[in-house]
């Protein structure tokens, strides 16, 4: 259906809607909702609720119609825990006094069947328990996870006065990084009938694409056709596919709904969670580089109907492995060769103090192997604190035998 692509950028260049020309804004969303003023955007605070009227005073500016339960917004209720360590919930009342909202737009092309893009737009404020930072400051969010609502609005900028075989629905969701509660919020109330909904595509920090083109999609099993259509449509990227419908974002309350997902993500880097992930890290020409991607797999997968849903492994659901040590690295979550590579080794840690550097891969600790994530995981649950161990390490195509103790 390339058909459908020529009038999408015919249409971009001469009206896209009756009052609104389409314009690349990227740059403008993410450095506007990663800005002080919103004071990290933590669920349930002011900052939130001003970027959630952001958010929707943009999809009115589009032309997109509400579809939240008061006009765009769709407000919940929720509570913390009193325990730091066990999730958020979702509240049948008012008793604690926080709100959070997903804001909902639509584009409606008079179509049996529904494709929803969702981002979450929270943030950890000045620092909640998430934060990986020891500094009480603003926690701007910029890839996390401005990018993704940038992501959201750019695509429904170009997809606004498209004929297509879908509606299209735009979820900005709330109280995400508490644990999915919007998203949550949404399955379990929908404003649109969830039988309908054709497939999901969620954007969570998508800000930050390096030189290798690097994208990770998620859920890649979630339904026959995605395969083939991710691969075929593919010009520029290096992908690495997981075919997991579940996964610490929005698109699993989708999955969970027995609905076919795909999750965008262009990597973990060391401001993760931190007051240093600002606007002016943020590559925005792989923004557009995915933007564009996205709207080539939307017009691929327009002809195919509702799409089939397929039941995948859970790659979190086996047990996973309890251990009381760490090396104190962060995974490199783009890498699918043997062995964990590393993309960042936090201060102060086992790690650190012996010489373990970044974009080292971990194949070996002590006798036992290092396949990938897991397995490392498996093989920490083996040791405690004070154990002496020998990690073996490809570094520079040479494996360096390094000895840390826990």
């Known amino acids: 259906m390339k058909l459908f692509i020529k009038f999408i950028f015919l249409t971009l260049l001469f009206s896209c809607s009756e009052n609104y020309v389409y314009e690349n804004k990227l740059e403008f969303d993410v450095k506007n909702l990663s800005d002080d003023k919103y004071e990290g955007r933590e669920a349930g605070k002011n900052g939130e609720k001003e970027a959630a009227k952001y958010i929707e005073s943009r999809f009115k500016e589009i032309g997109l119609l509400p579809k939240g339960t008061e006009e765009f917004i769709q407000p919940f209720n929720f509570k913390n825990s009193s325990n730091p360590h066990s999730r958020a919930t979702i509240a049948e009342d008012n008793s604690d006094g926080l709100i959070s909202s997903n804001v909902i737009g639509f584009i409606d092309n008079k179509s049996e069947t529904t494709v929803v893009f969702g981002a979450h737009y929270d943030h950890l404020g000045f620092g909640n328990s998430s934060s990986l930072s020891s500094e009480k400051e603003i ?4 890839d996390d996870n401005a990018s993704g609502i940038a992501i959201i609005l750019d695509l429904a900028s170009k997809l606004i006065n498209i004929d297509a075989s879908n509606n299209y629905l735009f979820i900005a969701f709330g109280a995400e990084e508490l644990g999915l509660l919007g998203s949550n919020y949404f399955n379990k109330y929908p404003t649109v009938d969830l039988e309908f909904i054709n497939y999901m595509f969620n954007f969570d920090m998508v800000g930050r694409l390096n030189d290798q083109n690097n994208l990770a999609i998620y859920g890649t099993g979630t339904s026959p056709i995605f395969k083939q259509t991710i691969l075929s449509n593919n010009k520029e990227f290096k992908i690495t596919e997981h075919e997991s419908g579940q996964g610490p974002s929005d698109h699993t309350s989708f999955y969970l709904s027995d609905i076919p997902v795909l999750h965008f993500f262009t990597g973990q880097h060391s401001e993760y969670h931190k007051p240093t992930d600002d606007f002016e890290l943020i590559n925005f020409e792989g923004l557009e580089k995915i933007s564009n991607y996205i709207i080539e797999l939307v017009d ?7 799409l089939k849903f397929k039941k995948t492994r859970d790659e979190n659901s086996r047990m996973s492995p309890k251990f009381s040590v760490t090396l104190g690295v962060m995974p ?7 062995g964990m590579k590393i993309d960042g080794v936090s201060s102060d840690k086992p790690a650190e103090k012996g010489g373990i550097l970044k974009g080292d891969i971990v194949i070996q600790i002590d006798k036992y192997d290092i396949e990938n ?3 490392y995981m498996e093989t920490l649950s083996k040791f405690k604190k004070g154990d002496k161990v020998t990690v073996s390490v490809l ?3 040479k494996i360096e035998k390094i000895n840390i103790e826990f």
């Open 332 to 338: 490199d979550y783009l890498f699918d060769g043997k």
């Open 395 to 397: 570094r520079n195509s």
């Open 300 to 306: 691929d997968l327009d002809d195919n109907g509702k």
């Open 373 to 375: 994530m897991m397995s």
């Open 139 to 142: 926690h701007n969010g910029a």
